[in-house]
């Protein structure tokens, strides 16, 4: 009789897959946000002209 173990993963494995999931995700997401200038000019999407605010005469 060949016996086959059961796969498991206990608590401790299992949390620590989960936090690196998270942490691909969260490191994911700041790269894209601190590239996203580069991305937006890659597809030839301009970024728009800042107004220029002039609060200074309203004293």
Known sequence: MHFSPVPY???GSGSFIIQILIAVLLGLG?????SWSKIKTYFGIKPKPEEEDDDSGDA
């Not at 700041?30 to 601190?34: I, M």
């Open 9 to 11: 993963l206990d608590p």
């Open 30 to 34: 700041v790269a894209l946000r601190a």
